[in-house]
C-alpha cells in the first residue's frame, strides 16, 4: 500500500513541474524588481523592509501561475485548437496571478 502512495504522489511532484514553478517565479520576480526600482522614495510608515512583502507575494504567484500551465499541459498535445486554447488560458491565468501577488504584495505600500 505505501508503494501505491509514494507513486502516485511522486507522478504529480515531477521535475518538469518544479522547472515551470521556477521559470514563473523568476519572471514574476523579475519583473516586480524592475518595478520597484522606480518606486519613489519610502514612507516612514512602511517600515525599514517593506520591499520584502511584494518580492515573497509575487515569487509564490509566478510559481501558482507556472504550476497551472504544468497541469494543463496535457491539452497542449490534443490538437492545434486544444493547444492554442490551453496556450491562451495559461497565459490569462499567469497574468492573473500576476495581477493578483501584486496586489497583495504592494497593498499598503505603493498602492495604499
Given at each position: 500500500?505505501?508503494?501505491?502512495?509514494?507513486?502516485?504522489?511522486?507522478?504529480?511532484?515531477?521535475?518538469?513541474?518544479?522547472?515551470?514553478?521556477?521559470?514563473?517565479?523568476?519572471?514574476?520576480?523579475?519583473?516586480?524588481?524592475?518595478?520597484?526600482?522606480?518606486?519613489?522614495?519610502?514612507?516612514?510608515?512602511?517600515?525599514?523592509?517593506?520591499?520584502?512583502?511584494?518580492?515573497?507575494?509575487?515569487?509564490?504567484?509566478?510559481?501558482?501561475?507556472?504550476?497551472?500551465?504544468?497541469?494543463?499541459?496535457?491539452?497542449?498535445?490534443?490538437g492545434i485548437w486544444r493547444?492554442?486554447?490551453?496556450?491562451?488560458?495559461?497565459?490569462?491565468?499567469?497574468?492573473?496571478?500576476?495581477?493578483?501577488?501584486?496586489?497583495?504584495?504592494?497593498?499598503?505600500?505603493?498602492?495604499?
Amino acid at each position: 500500500m505505501t508503494s501505491n502512495h509514494r507513486s502516485t504522489i511522486s507522478s504529480y511532484f515531477t521535475a518538469a513541474l518544479l522547472k515551470r514553478m521556477l521559470a514563473g517565479a523568476a519572471i514574476a520576480l523579475t519583473l516586480m524588481i524592475i518595478f520597484l526600482t522606480g518606486a519613489p522614495d519610502p514612507e516612514p510608515e512602511w517600515g525599514r523592509y517593506w520591499i520584502v512583502r511584494p518580492l515573497v507575494v509575487i515569487t509564490f504567484a509566478g510559481a501558482a501561475g507556472g504550476a497551472f500551465f504544468h497541469l494543463v499541459n496535457p491539452l497542449r498535445f490534443s490538437g492545434i485548437w486544444r493547444k492554442t486554447a490551453a496556450l491562451l488560458l495559461c497565459l490569462l491565468v499567469f497574468v492573473f496571478c500576476l495581477w493578483l501577488g501584486t496586489v497583495l504584495g504592494l497593498d499598503g505600500t505603493l498602492w495604499d
